[in-house]
């Protein structure tokens, strides 16, 4: 089987950390490696993260999500890096569908799921149109599939061959588009995976 490391920047996320915490531990299949990379956290995050023992912490100071992500990418041992945010809240299935996915498509190199989100504060009322809404019209800009941060996973091999030109600097581009535009010019398939589902309040 394919062996797969979680990567989650965090800034001041102790209002979310410990569902997503949650919903690692609770998987079919547990990631082989979980790293939560701490982007300057001042509140309560990394205490609580330092509960998990199956989650490593690794410090990267350049504060943004574009370096944050870059450490934990460059830090990971496997041979699929997953990539979620610290309010995302997986399926108990997610890790499973990564791999499966992976084993049985060859061909592809990257993978992005829906995200079922707050519609409705007061009811706590979540669906699946706001990161529908974000695909099509992502999507139809590119003219391509890119990934979300929040729900995505990519092949390591593939973070090596883009590593040197990615950029770090969310104020020129999103991280999750850049990467996905730099595997795209390389002939690297991305696919939505339909089965691939997250929940999260953003």
């Given at each position: ?7 989650i ?89 990564v ?24 009811f ?46 969310d104020?020129?581009?999103h ?14 398939i ?13």
């Open positions: 089987m394919l062996t797969l490391t979680l990567v920047p965090v800034f001041n996320e102790e209002r979310h950390i410990k569902a997503c915490l949650d919903s690692i531990k609770n998987q079919t299949v547990m990631p082989t490696e979980v790293i939560v990379v701490d982007n300057n956290c001042t509140d309560q995050t990394i205490d609580i993260v330092k509960t998990y023992p199956f989650v490593r912490v690794v410090k990267e100071t350049r504060q943004g999500r574009g370096w944050a992500r870059t450490a934990g990418f460059d830090a990971a041992n496997c041979q699929i890096i997953g990539r979620i945010d610290a309010d995302s809240r997986l399926d108990r299935d997610w890790v499973e569908t791999i499966k996915t992976f084993q049985s498509q060859p061909e592809v190199f990257g993978q992005t799921g829906l995200g079922r989100t707050l519609v409705v504060r007061l706590k009322i979540y669906n699946t149109f706001w990161s529908q809404a974000y695909y099509w019209y992502v999507h139809s800009s590119f003219r391509l599939i890119t990934m979300w941060g929040a729900n995505m996973a990519i092949r390591r091999e593939a973070w090596l061959q883009v590593r040197p030109y990615v950029c770090n600097d104020r020129i581009v991280e999750d588009q850049d990467l996905s535009l730099l595997m795209a010019v390389r002939g690297m991305i696919i939505e995976n339909r089965k691939m589902f997250i929940t999260t309040e953003g």
